[in-house]
């Protein structure tokens, strides 16, 4: 049974920043892309943030140049560095994790941004 665990959301003011951390455990033979989505009330799931297991990154252009996806293979963990915080970007951030070529969803962290 493979499980994605999610940490480091809460609230902050605009401007600041947060850490999310997405770690994955289990029986694991192989990660691929990990990635951030995130949802507002009201709204689809939208991407945040995905890597590959090379190290390639993509990211919405709502949040390029702001937050920064990283992972640590050795840990089967992957971070979402968020900085510049928007109170548009107050959401349930929820990690994805393509682990023994399946699909894995973490059971999201809310991020609450005041303006």
């Known amino acids: 049974q493979v499980q994605l665990v999610e940490s480091g959301g809460g609230w902050v003011q605009a401007g600041g920043s947060l850490r999310l951390s997405c770690a994955a455990s289990g029986s694991i033979f192989s990660i691929n892309v990990m990635g951030w989505y995130r949802q507002a009330p009201g709204k689809q799931r939208e991407l945040v943030a995905r890597i590959s297991r090379g190290g390639s990154t993509n990211y919405a252009d709502s949040v390029a140049g702001r937050f920064t996806i990283s992972r640590d293979n050795a840990k089967n963990t992957v971070y979402l560095q968020m900085n510049s915080l928007k109170p548009e970007d107050t959401a349930v951030y929820f990690c994805?994790?393509?682990?023994?070529?399946?699909?894995?969803w973490g059971q999201g962290t809310q991020v609450t941004v005041s303006s």
């Open positions: 994805n994790q393509e682990i023994n070529y399946r699909t894995y």
